[in-house]
């Protein structure tokens, strides 16, 4: 599966969620079998035998790929969720986002001391969002193995949030 066919199926919706905001849908990828299984194994190579422990993932759409690419490195799975969603006690980070503001939060035992946690997301954008979740890993005495990203928006620089870290995007728009 070459990557020319994963970025031919991100579609550009124009103003949304807001005027101003070209949103990458990444669900044509997901409707289709043999794309949604190329972009969780690209995720997910690099990573293999490096001893990730558990990988955090962002709702909504980090999830997707996110439990995918767990799978595949037979690790756990940390779901990282809006304010006010998780039942048990959490921790908190707040962010800037392209659009908007928010808070995220994750269990206080999703992460035991020294665990090395591989973030996902979908996409990269001022990334606000995940050096808000690297914060938390971090807080709870894991170890950021890898931040990766399917779609990096380049002219975002949300990679220079997240400098020391290893970080990998595949498709750059
Ligand atoms: P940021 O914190 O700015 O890096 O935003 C990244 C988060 O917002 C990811 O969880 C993305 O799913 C989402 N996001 C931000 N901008 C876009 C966009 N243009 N298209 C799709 N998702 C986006």
């Known amino acids: 599966m ?3 066919k994963l970025t031919a199926a991100i579609r550009d919706v124009p103003d949304f969620p807001k005027e101003g905001i ?10 289709d079998p043999a794309l949604f299984r190329a972009a969780v194994d690209l995720m997910t190579e690099r990573h293999r035998g490096a001893g990730v422990i558990k990988v955090a993932a962002i709702e909504a759409r980090g999830f997707i790929f996110g439990t995918g690419v767990a799978r595949e490195l037979d690790a756990g799975f ?4 809006k304010q ?5 006690k959490a921790i908190e980070a707040s962010y800037d986002l392209e659009y908007g503001s928010a808070t995220l939060a994750m ?5 035991q001391k020294g665990d090395r946690v591989l973030l996902i997301d ?3 954008a001022t990334g606000g969002t995940a050096q808000a979740c690297v914060g938390m890993i971090e807080e709870l005495g894991g170890i950021v193995h890898a ?4 779609i990096e928006l380049d002219f975002l620089k949300g990679r220079e949030k997240l400098a020391g870290y290893d970080v990998h995007t595949y498709i750059h728009c």
């Open 2 to 4: 070459s990557l020319d």
């Open 22 to 31: 070209v949103f990458k849908d990444i669900t044509p990828i997901l409707s």
């Open 78 to 81: 940390i779901p990282i969720r």
């Open 84 to 88: 006010g969603k998780l039942p048990y």
């Open 107 to 111: 269990h206080i035992d999703a992460v």
């Open 122 to 124: 979908d996409l990269l």
């Open 147 to 150: 931040a990766d990203f399917l």
